[in-house]
């Protein structure tokens, strides 16, 4: 069993950058690859960025270039720096973790980004 706790989110101006934090506890973090997702209002919700166990990291294509996945396995905790935040990046995002071999997934309770002027 994993807990995820999000937090980071929060109102910013377009152009402008958020770094957003999952911990993670109740199991062994560095076997799981971490994922962050995002749903906008009325849509799916779909990955962002993905890092494995190893810090091999993968990217959606609209954030490529702004955004960066990293983990700190000492501190049970990966992040999302995202720059350049255009409003089209509004949406609530998730911290997601997937054991890569037993095939459970675990989710956080979200985080609000919200990009406006």
């Known amino acids: 069993q994993v807990q995820l706790v999000e937090s980071g989110g929060g109102l910013v101006q377009p152009g402008g950058s958020l770094r957003l934090s999952c911990v993670a506890s109740g199991s062994i973090f560095s076997i799981y690859f971490m994922n962050w997702y995002r749903q906008a209002p009325g849509k799916q919700r779909d990955v962002v960025a993905t890092i494995s166990s190893g810090g091999r990291t993968n990217y959606t294509d609209s954030v490529k270039g702004r955004f960066t996945i990293s983990r700190d396995n000492a501190k049970n905790t990966v992040y999302l720096q995202m720059n350049s935040l255009e409003p089209e990046d509004t949406a609530v995002y998730y911290c997601?973790?997937?054991?890569?071999?037993?095939?459970?997934?675990?989710w956080g309770q979200g985080t609000q980004v919200t990009v406006s002027a």
């Open positions: 997601n973790a997937h054991h890569p071999y037993i095939g459970l997934n675990y």
